[in-house]
């Protein structure tokens, strides 16, 4: 490996009760792509940030042009040469094309900036890579994908040598993509390295000349891409962990009735004609990978987003739903994935949050009745066993799982027949989750149908009767429980390759 | 170049039709208004607006607001008017301290805000009631009327030739105030200053990711304002025949107004001094102008009010259609 230009050894990086990176592996060389792939939660952006000085290492050395080095902000790693271009653009919307690019370090004459430079100096950017943006346009004006143009121009004026793409094409459109590689080819011409992070295997295969794949947070093996199948991919992704209890066989009756059918749904780029059923006291499982959709689709269903089009019908009854007011009216419950922006107020009581949805059931009057509240209220603590001295606890008192069950106290208070959990046990820890799990399939046992929205595999094997698979706003398949494995969900999850 | 849009969708063209709308109503409506000493009058009283507004229009295009210039400027004019009077101190020390004190005021703001993470709206709230606390403090003895032509600051912004009746005026203060509108839009649009100031209200944490000192440029977003509240209270003291302790709240409200009147975002990020000068002239053309039609200026705060809807919601629209076209 005497061309590696960057070389990370042995890295270690600990948070409060997550081992995040565990003995990682990673290197690049001059004139390279280099994929860097996994599952959610791998580590592959915990492993950039480390490198680029977002995060500390606890343990291991980076190598960078043959020396040991150990950067303490993005802005060292960048005078270095090491640049990132994130996901989640970083442009100021208000300003040029130019004053982006060279935002922070731009040209002088005396007291007035140089925008005559600045703009010359693009454009002399923009002719190397062969990329038609108008330096004087505003940046809130351009597309997404222009935009990214502009970070890569960016990142190429600060001399960089090492540039870090985060899943770059999530965004882009397929005329988009082609640019972009383009592009990359032209710099893996010039001898710049290239770090690739993207789940799309159709573009691996297209771009990448070697693939590292960690699991975990601990590394995987790094495989020659032309040498390799996606099937090799994924196995590498998905590994042989043993899960706990999967369920094999769904006992929801084939001829269940069916509560919930979608068809035909539609809202923006993440959902694309979702259709699918849900039957009583069934536990579907959503499954894909980040920006699959899954929540766009839960959100657009519970009236939360608006859809473009889409028909649903509950118990065979064609409904509307334009708000979430009408969702919960027609016995829709959604439990966010974001507790506490969504789900919860958590300086109010644990009684204040369970009838939070139902209030006019307990009003006298315009006052509200405080003992047939705190009545209903300790009767779900006492179902659900959540663990509080009383029911005038704040809710922020509460540990993450508890929590969690105030807020599926608060639709089972609405007698909501129809419950979408996203991501249910989201920092939750193990002990509260098998409890959450008992929980919901004592619910779903009860009659009321789940829909559970996850990114974890072994939640989604376990706990599902059936699981449809999202990828990029589409659904991409459906499986039943007891012919479902994690290889073939994460085979519809990922792009074909074309 | 980069103003590739046409005249007639900016904003600040809009408002200047409305100005010469509003002048023209009220000049075929009433004669008194037609008279150049109106008009002088009319100028006088939007000096201290103007130069309120153009300070304050930093706070804002970051997405910030600062309240505590309204309080401010009569503090400085009152300090200012004690040192002068009970103290001997030269006019010019005086001006200079009215501007040096309202720096200073804007720095404790800045660095609130700035440093300290205090949102805009509380940190100066309290700025804005320690200013009028002091302002009760100094003013031991009621402050003297000053009428008569000439008399304090008031050669800076009128210049006066002949006597009585026949006097040639000229409005020296509009020139003045003209002036520092195209040094700050300069300031606005070519310096680093400038360039940062919009940056933190469009997107400050990009900023910040591209290694720039954002709480420096921040905090003085707020010197500037403070500077200006300065100077406004030279231009206070100047017009008003009384500098009264306990007035001033609801000032700022005014120039606030005014530069969103002239188009700057209600979000950040946006905004152009020349907008704030033809903004704050449309609430001054009907804080002194309504009078002259007959109208209570009562009236005065509602139209502004209505004024204000508009100009926000062709604030708001704008960003909606860019949204969509996205």
Request: hydrophobic share 45%.
């Amino acid at each position: 490996m005497a061309d590696a230009i960057l070389t990370m050894e042995e890295i270690e990086k600990s948070f409060p009760g997550v081992h995040a990176l565990d003995h990682v592996h990673f290197d690049v060389r001059r004139g390279e792509v280099h994929a860097l792939m996994g599952e959610n939660g791998a580590g592959k952006s915990t492993l950039m940030k480390v490198l680029t000085g977002i995060y500390t290492k606890d343990y291991g050395t980076i190598t960078y042009e043959g020396k040991e080095v150990s950067f303490n902000n993005t802005r060292e790693a960048q005078d270095a040469g090491i640049v990132i271009v994130h996901q989640e653009l970083n442009m100021i919307g208000d300003l040029t094309v130019a004053q982006n690019i060279f935002i922070g370090r731009e040209f002088m004459k005396g007291f007035k900036i140089d925008d005559k430079k600045m703009i010359e100096e693009s454009k002399k950017l923009f002719d190397e890579l062969k990329i038609d943006i108008n330096p004087r346009d505003k940046m809130s004006d351009l597309t997404v994908g222009k935009q990214q143009m502009c970070e890569i121009a960016k990142a190429i004026s600060h001399q960089a040598k090492v540039i870090i793409f985060d899943e770059p094409s999530a965004a882009l459109t397929e005329k988009e993509i082609e640019d972009l590689f383009t592009i990359i080819r032209d710099l893996r011409e010039k001898g710049m390295a290239i770090v690739y992070i993207s789940h799309r295997m159709d573009e691996i295969k297209v771009i990448t000349d070697r693939v590292t794949v960690m699991r975990d947070g601990g590394y995987v093996g790094t495989l020659i891409t032309k040498d390799c199948t996606k099937e090799d991919i994924i196995n590498m992704m998905v590994g042989r962990v043993i899960y706990e209890d999967p369920k094999t066989e769904s006992k929801v009756p084939k001829d269940a009735p069916v509560v919930l059918k979608v068809e035909h749904l539609n809202a923006g780029r993440m959902v694309q004609d979702v259709s699918f059923e849900l039957r009583k006291g069934e536990i579907l499982g959503f499954s894909g990978l980040m920006g699959a959709g899954r929540t766009e689709t839960a959100r657009a269903l519970f009236g939360a987003d608006p859809k473009t089009s889409g028909d649903i019908y509950i118990n065979g009854e064609k409904v509307t739903i334009n708000s979430p007011q009408d969702a919960v009216k027609h016995g829709i419950g959604y439990l966010s994935e974001d507790r506490k922006r969504y789900g919860i107020v958590v300086q109010k009581t644990i009684t204040e949050n369970s009838t939070m949805a139902t209030l006019e059931k307990y009003m006298s009057g315009i006052f509200i009745n405080k003992s047939e509240e705190k009545k209903i209220t300790e009767h779900y603590i006492e179902e659900l066993a959540t663990k509080t001295p009383s029911a005038d606890q704040l809710v922020v008192n509460l540990s993450g799982g508890n929590q969690q069950k105030v807020v599926i106290a608060k639709w089972l208070v609405r007698d909501c027949d129809i419950l979408i959990f996203d991501e249910p046990t989201r920092g939750i820890d193990v002990g509260a989750k098998n409890e959450i799990y008992k929980l919901m399939n004592r619910l779903a046992s009860e009659g009321k149908s789940i829909i559970m929205i996850s990114s974890e595999m072994t939640e989604i094997l376990r706990m599902s009767d059936r699981i449809v698979v999202m990828c990029e706003g589409k659904k991409t398949g459906e499986l039943d429980i007891s012919e479902a494995t994690q290889e073939k969900i994460m085979n519809k999850a990922t792009r074909d390759i074309a | 170049m980069t103003k590739k849009k046409s005249i007639i969708t900016d904003q600040r063209f809009i408002v200047l039709l409305v100005i010469i709308a509003l002048v023209v109503i009220y000049m075929i409506f009433s004669p008194e208004f037609r008279q150049y000493s109106s008009i002088l009058s009319m100028l006088d009283f939007s000096y201290y607006d103007i130069l309120m507004a153009i300070g304050v229009t930093f706070p804002l295009i970051t997405a910030g607001v600062d309240l505590s210039i309204g309080t401010g400027m009569v503090c400085y004019a009152l300090v200012a008017g004690r040192l002068v009077r009970d103290y001997n101190c030269p006019v010019l020390v005086a001006m200079l301290i009215c501007v040096l004190f309202g720096a200073i005021v804007g720095l404790a703001n800045g660095t609130l805000i700035g440093v300290m993470g205090l949102p805009p709206f509380l940190a100066t709230l309290c700025t804005c009631m320690i200013t009028r606390g002091i302002s009760s403090m100094v003013m031991a003895t009621p402050w003297p009327t000053n009428k008569q032509p000439g008399g304090w600051f008031h050669s800076i912004f009128k210049l006066t030739f002949g006597t009585g009746r026949n006097a040639l005026k000229l409005p020296v203060g509009f020139l003045v105030c003209v002036a520092l509108v195209l040094l700050m839009e300069f300031v606005l649009n070519h310096t680093k200053f400038g360039r940062y100031t919009i940056a933190i209200g469009s997107n400050k944490e990009a900023l910040m990711l591209s290694g720039v000192n954002v709480k420096i440029y921040h905090v003085m977003a707020y010197v500037v304002c403070g500077i200006f509240a300065g100077l406004a209270a030279i231009a206070y003291a100047a017009v008003v025949p009384t500098v009264q302790p306990g007035t001033g709240a609801g000032l700022e409200l005014d120039a606030i107004g005014g530069v969103f009147v002239g188009g700057v975002s209600a979000t950040g990020g946006y905004g152009s001094v020349i907008g704030t000068l033809v903004g704050v002239f449309v609430i001054v053309l009907l804080k002194t102008g309504l009078p002259y039609v007959g109208l209570q200026a009562n009236w005065q705060q509602i139209i502004t009010g209505i004024v204000l809807i508009g100009a926000v919601m062709i604030d708001v629209a704008k960003r909606r259609r860019m949204a969509k076209e996205q």
